[in-house]
């Protein structure tokens, strides 16, 4: 089960998910309280270990953009959020193949609409190395929104368009209701941000210790159910 821990601020925050075993921090570059600039993130990337996935978050951001903050922030991956037309090719391409692409798509109960949003990342080859971010829709909110969506709707829709894609969950995920929506949605990877704040822009460590462990403990189970 991948971890990402997403709208990182501080070095001591960073330092602190990955003690507690994420295997990603995310960064948000987008209007958000948890915004931060690309030379503060490449001051807590240069002490962060080599292996933590460091994820760049952008909304309706341009090529170039995301091009340009990757290099300065020193990223090792991206989140595009937003009706953006960045390809996973595109960004290897420029960046090199070992950039993590995450599509977000937004579920809001909608079954053609998710449909329809899916149906964008799931025809393209490259994606097949990357995920797809499930997210709750919430109109004029792009993430963060601490709000649940129809797990079994979601994993059914996923599973007839999108089956062969990784889905990562995402949207008010929390210590205490990721084993469920794991169980549930059986995602490659989870995503949390506000559900491990004391604040926003500011992480609780034993929040963020007990999602990893509640999350692993399920991706552990989900293992043992498919072996059998």
């Known amino acids: 089960m991948w971890i990402k821990i997403c709208g990182i601020t501080t070095l001591e ?11 990603a921090v995310g960064f948000v570059f987008a209007p958000s309280p948890r ?14 270990p080599q292996l933590t996935e460091k994820v760049g978050v952008f909304v309706d951001a341009t090529l170039e953009e995301i091009v340009r903050t990757h290099a300065a922030a020193g990223l090792t991956g991206v989140q595009l959020h937003g009706a953006g037309s960045v390809a996973p090719g595109e960004l290897e391409a420029r960046i090199g193949q070992a950039v993590r692409v995450l599509n977000v798509v937004r579920f809001s109960g909608d079954s053609a609409d998710f449909a329809f949003q899916l149906r964008r990342f799931s025809g393209d080859a490259a994606n097949r190395r990357h995920g797809v971010l499930v997210d709750t829709c919430v109109a004029g909110k792009q993430g963060g929104t601490g709000i649940v969506f129809d797990w079994t709707a979601a994993r059914a829709g996923f599973l ?19 084993r469920h929506a794991i169980r549930i949605l059986e995602p490659w990877g989870v995503d949390v941000s506000s559900g491990v704040e004391a604040s926003p822009g500011k992480k609780d460590a ?15 189970e989900l293992e043992a159910t498919a072996r059998v």
């Open 13 to 23: 925050d960073a330092e602190t998910a990955i003690a507690a075993g994420a295997d």
């Open 206 to 220: 034993q929040r963020m210790a007990a999602f990893v462990r509640a999350a692993r403990q399920a991706g552990a």
């Open 35 to 48: 915004r931060v600039r690309a030379d503060a993130v490449r001051r807590i990337v240069e002490r962060l």
């Open 160 to 178: 007839r368009e999108a089956p062969h894609l990784r889905l990562i969950a995402a949207g008010g995920l929390h210590p205490e209701n990721v």
